[in-house]
């Protein structure tokens, strides 16, 4: 089975500290992804990378970086965290290819931020 | 631009009814259509999947979706709820913008399931 791991289920941060949200996936899967997800407004895509090192923004990037090292972990990072950053978070994997790939999510970390 | 439109964010349905879930969406291409679930305290996991093979696909716990070109939809069944069944579905589609596997989603459905 695919397995996709976050680092924190619940975390709770004050304005202006910076956060990094942890994702490890375990089937050598070359896309990983973050989103946030909020009540009424879906998923909505922050950042992607594609390849180690290889990243690209999605519809939401502002306030957020990402960094990607290794081709299993894809981390996100609120540099200076804001309260309308509060949300839950979800990275997922895929397989490159066709779009018909699968994309498989971790359990999310709900971010507080005060 | 593709997007997803899914009708009615919150849907109750009692124990044994027909469950149906709308999706619409839009594509200038040939969509590939995902519908995901999620539950409470959980990420996001695939139901079914249309990717221009046949257009009834059947996907895990019973569930199924008919793609229909004529009506841009791709709509979400299953013909008797359980209580399991309460969670948030949704919707998404391919996104074709660059060559990466993105995907856009709806804004989701909130079933609830009384018994």
């Known amino acids: 089975d695919v397995k996709v791991t976050q680092s924190s289920r619940y975390l709770v941060k004050r304005t202006g500290e910076k956060v990094f949200l942890e994702c490890v996936q375990d089937?050598?899967?070359?896309?990983m992804f973050w989103y946030r997800q909020d009540p009424g407004l879906g998923l909505r895509l922050i950042y992607f990378s594609y390849d180690v090192k290889m990243k690209e923004k999605g519809d939401i990037p502002e306030g957020y970086s990402v960094s990607r090292e290794k081709k299993e972990r894809f981390s996100l990072i609120l540099e200076s965290a804001s309260t309308n950053q509060t949300s839950m978070y979800l990275c997922?994997?895929?397989?490159?290819?066709?779009?018909?790939?699968?994309?498989?999510f971790g359990p999310g970390t709900r971010l507080l931020v005060l | 631009a593709q997007s997803v439109t899914q009708l009615g964010s919150h849907v109750s349905v009692s124990e044994g009814a027909l469950v149906l879930l709308r999706c619409n969406y839009s594509s200038s291409v040939p969509p590939y259509l995902f519908w995901y679930v999620q539950y409470p305290n959980q990420g996001l996991q695939l139901l079914l999947k249309?990717?221009?093979?046949?257009?009834l696909v059947k996907g895990i716990n019973g569930f199924e979706a008919e793609f229909k070109k004529s009506e841009t939809s791709f709509h979400l069944t299953k013909p008797s709820a359980h209580m399991s069944d309460a969670a948030e579905y949704f919707c998404a589609v391919r996104d074709w913008r660059g060559a990466t596997n993105k995907l856009i989603f709806g804004t989701g459905t909130l079933l609830a399931v009384q018994p």
């Open positions: 997922a994997s895929s397989l490159w290819a066709g779009g018909k790939k699968t994309q498989y």
């Open positions: 089937m050598d899967h070359e896309n």
């Open positions: 249309y990717t221009s093979a046949a257009t």
